[in-house]
């Protein structure tokens, strides 16, 4: 990744700097997880010192996993300023967002949004075209079957979510010509989108898709966005593919919608639940394909996010804005 220049100025949300003399933005790295030492050479890099949270002005947080300890560790660290997430959908730090640390100072929070948006945009990609090419009939086939499939090329592309994912997937789909719709919270225009829809709009765009993307922020607004009123709508022969989260979708009305050809099929990369248990039904249906949320792997992931929390230290130190922040009311 490189690094964007750092402004000579301020911005208006850029957190005041208490680095003077020229001595390193004071960082913690918690908890031990199996990225902790490329965050800390992260943190290194980017110009700051790696301190215990007692010491900390910022927390680097190191383990998508351990939201739970947040809270006690937090409580060890009444001087972070900047708190910086590993992941892009933040949904077990809502309940700690805040405004200001335990000593009265603005607080910031960032997450790693558009981090991992290339990979994931990739994988998006992939399922698409596995499943309008009929790659999941095909593979558990054990005989010679009857021809099926439609095409990306020339399709109506319908993605839910104007962020970094729809950001990178949508110059991939150029060489198919798609058409292309987003559909988001405000119907600001997108970059490479042929409309803007917002989603009380979701209906009428669904009816005309062949493949639809789930590539959105999980949110109280967010949750079920997809149910038996959007699936009814789409297109017999269209697909829908969720890289995003699986609190998006109602499982058993996509279920249903797979079992009765309301819809082509599904390409899964998150679930509801998740992990998906063994035995659950979706695992059994030939028009879904389920991959088990590798979208970014650890290894495709680490070096991406390890050089956007340099980057932010270097942002930090400077007292200019940092990439990635959070929305705490919004909390995304």
Wanted: proline share 8%.
């Amino acid at each position: 990744m490189n690094t964007p220049p750092l402004s000579n100025t301020a911005h208006s949300n850029a957190i005041p700097s208490t680095v003077t003399h020229g001595s390193p933005p004071k960082v913690a790295v918690e908890p031990k997880s199996g990225r902790f030492d490329s965050l800390e050479l992260a943190v290194t890099n980017g110009g700051g010192e790696v301190v215990s949270i007692d010491e900390a002005e910022a927390l680097v947080w190191a383990d998508a996993h351990a939201a739970a300890s947040f809270p006690a560790v937090i409580a060890n660290g009444p001087g972070v300023r900047w708190i910086g997430l590993p992941f892009a959908g933040i949904e077990p730090f809502v309940p700690f967002l805040d405004t200001h640390n335990a000593n009265g100072d603005r607080r910031v929070w960032t997450a790693a949004k558009g981090v991992y948006a290339t990979p994931v945009a990739e994988h998006a990609l992939m399922l698409g075209l596995a499943g309008m090419r009929g790659l999941a009939s095909y593979a558990r086939a054990n005989t010679w079957s009857a021809p099926q499939g439609t095409n990306l090329v020339g399709a109506n592309v319908v993605i839910f979510g104007a962020g970094g994912i729809t950001e990178a997937l949508i110059p991939m789909l150029e060489p198919f010509g798609c058409r292309i719709t987003v559909v988001r919270r405000q119907a600001d225009p997108v970059v490479g989108a042929n409309r803007v829809v917002t989603l009380d709009e979701r209906l009428e765009v669904l009816a005309t898709a062949d493949l639809v993307v789930l590539a959105l922020a999980l949110t109280d607004e967010t949750r079920g966005v997809i149910g038996s009123p959007e699936l009814e709508a789409m297109k017999p022969s269209a697909w829908i593919v969720n890289v995003a989260r699986g609190g998006h979708i109602d499982t058993l009305a996509l279920l249903e919608a797979v079992r009765s050809g309301s819809i082509g099929g599904a390409g899964l990369d998150v679930t509801d639940p998740e992990p998906l248990p063994e035995g659950h039904a979706l695992w059994s249906e030939p028009r879904i394909i389920i991959t088990p949320h590798v979208g970014n792997t650890p290894e495709m992931g680490i070096p991406l996010l390890a050089d956007h929390v340099t980057d932010n230290v270097r942002r930090f130190a400077a007292s200019t804005e940092l990439a990635g922040e959070v929305d705490v009311e919004a909390g995304y």
